[in-house]
Structures are given as C-alpha cells and as structure tokens.
C-alpha cells in the first residue's frame, strides 16, 4: 500500500489551461500551503513511532 497526504489550495479558473502560468500563481496561498507541509513533515519526523493507517480509537 502507498501512503500519501494531499496538500492543495483547490482549483481555480486557470487549473490545467493554457493560462495557468506562474504569472497566475496566488504566491502567499503557495506560501502559505508550503509552511503547512514544512511543519506536517517536520511533526512527522519527530514522532517516537512510525503513523499508522489503521483506525485507532480516542478518547
């Protein structure tokens, strides 16, 4: 099995056209999502113990 996680800022009116240029880039959402998965690899890499994909109950 492949593990993954997503990050994304959605579509926009210019996703996958012609038009989609760097020009077009929201640069503080790209800012923004790469701080998120700086710090989502960051608390990964400092667990004690590998995540798991089994579902686990809290309370």
Do not use: G, K, N, P
């Amino acid at each position: 099995m492949i593990r993954f996680l997503l990050f994304s800022t959605s579509e926009h009116d210019d996703y996958h056209q012609r038009t989609d240029t760097i020009a077009t880039l929201d640069r503080q959402a790209l800012s923004r999502t790469a701080a998120c998965i700086h710090r989502t690899v960051l608390a990964i890499d400092a667990r004690d113990r590998r995540l798991s994909a089994e579902a686990t109950a809290t309370a």
